[in-house]
């Protein structure tokens, strides 16, 4: 499972390179095996540390830590979903399930932020759902209901009062809720990364070659070493199909997504000098846009199945031309030579738009799956899952396992086939929002 990313993320590159990275050599012994280290793998780590300050606790990646979807997303931390996949949320107490677990990933990130002084560019501005086809008005006054229902503050917007928000006039309509939040992923992963305790030791570029269980005793072979644990996490979300875990319940869609250079002073004015913001799609193909806090353009309006473990240079330009189309719709005004940085990630996606947080096997868990919504509902789960596999329990848990089991998938090759051809339907019913 050898992972190849592409070094040109701008969120990632944001940040000073890495100097102290380890990659496993040796042969290990250790009482708890993590397998990723994204926002769910660092978050089980640093919970398992804190319940076993005397365990030794491993945590593998095939990449560097932090740097993979978790560095890789839009930077959306959501209290709200209108499509989290292709399920619409039609029943409202399953919704309530599905938002009371983003609740409790927004707190367990504001409270890892807190206790750590962390700048991740928190920005509580909220977050809209806009379209620039006035036919979705349906579509969000039923989403308006049933937020309205759940007592979520939102409201509705239109054509000129979107144009003075967003410094953009191609949007029609629009439901903003204010609950959402709008952050620095990489800046976030980073700061997981650098807050790990002494007791954990981490091996990156160590790509996992296979595991098998006897007894009470789990081996792990690497590409360089192995490790010999009693318990073993796997937290590899858009991996874990790879990883043959839970084969017949996930998938992985790999997305692109392009940033601007900062817009200077005479683009951003002309713009109306808009406060940072971000717009989710109404369609689910629909394109991902923000405006950072440093005046730069994110447009993220591809989602395909694709190799996930490389995307070449010419692939990726490829995208980002779409991309660039996208962004001239959006701001005609912007030069043409505006993009500086175009990157791939991996979600992971389950039918019915749910997460996978069990125990598979005696002394073997797994956390991932996230729909999209994994910088809260991963840090969430990371915590949680480290709980559940310590034999313990919590309000939580309780919370994560009331929801909707992820249900069952055909196999390869009428599964690869049937998602293409959904996403083909869905990208030409939102081609105008692209």
């Not at 190849?4 to 100097?19: E, F, K, M, S």
Request: charged letters at 25%; aromatic letters at 8%.
């Amino acid at each position: 499972m050898h992972v190849v990313n592409d070094n040109n993320c701008g969120w990632i590159n944001d940040l000073n390179p890495r100097t102290n990275i380890k990659s496993l050599s040796t042969n290990e012994d250790c009482d708890w095996l993590i397998i990723g280290a994204g926002y769910t793998g660092l978050s089980a780590a640093r919970k398992l540390s804190q319940l076993h300050p005397a365990h030794k606790i491993i945590i593998t990646d095939s990449q560097l830590a932090g740097e993979g979807a978790s560095s890789r997303n839009s930077g959306y931390l959501v209290d709200t979903t209108l499509n989290d996949g292709f399920t619409s949320n039609k029943e409202l107490s399953n919704y309530k399930k599905k938002a009371d677990i983003y609740n409790l990933g927004i707190e367990v990130v504001k409270k890892f932020i807190k206790e750590y002084q962390v700048d991740c560019d928190w920005n509580d501005c909220g977050k809209y759902f806009a379209s620039s086809n006035t036919e979705d008005l349906k579509i969000l006054s039923g989403f308006s209901d049933l937020l309205e229902k759940l007592n979520f503050d939102h409201e509705i917007l239109y054509k000129d009062e979107l144009a003075k928000r967003l410094g953009t006039k191609f949007y029609n309509v629009a439901l903003k809720t204010k609950g959402g939040i709008l952050i620095h992923p990489a800046k976030l992963a980073r700061a997981m990364v650098d807050t790990l305790s002494t007791n954990i030791n981490l091996f990156e570029n160590s790509t996992l070659l296979d595991w098998t269980k006897k007894k009470d005793s789990i081996l792990a072979n690497f590409s360089s070493g192995s490790v010999r644990c009693k318990k073993i996490i796997f937290a590899t979300n858009g991996f874990l199909k790879s990883l043959g875990i839970k084969t017949n319940y996930n998938f992985p869609i790999t997305l692109t997504a392009s940033m601007t250079r900062r817009l200077s002073d005479q683009e951003f004015k002309l713009m109306g000098e808009p406060k940072e913001w971000g717009v989710l799609p109404v369609r689910p193909m629909g394109a991902t846009v923000r405006m950072t806090k440093d005046r730069r353009i994110l447009i993220r309006n591809t989602a395909e199945i694709h190799d996930p473990f490389k995307m070449s240079k010419i692939e990726l330009n490829n995208r980002a031309k779409i991309q660039k189309i996208g962004l001239k719709k959006r701001f005609p005004q912007l030069p043409d030579n505006i993009i500086q940085s175009t990157w791939s990630g991996i979600v992971s996606r389950s039918r019915n738009s749910s997460q996978i947080f069990e125990k598979i096997d005696n002394n073997v868990y797994v956390a991932g799956c996230y729909n999209g919504s994994g910088i809260g509902v991963g840090t969430l789960f990371g915590e949680q899952i480290a709980i559940k596999a310590s034999n313990e329990h919590s309000k939580e848990i309780e919370t994560i396992e009331a929801r909707n089991k992820p249900t069952w998938l055909p196999p390869q090759p009428i599964l690869n086939l049937g998602v293409k051809t959904r996403l083909m339907y869905e990208r030409f019913r939102a081609k105008f929002e692209i």
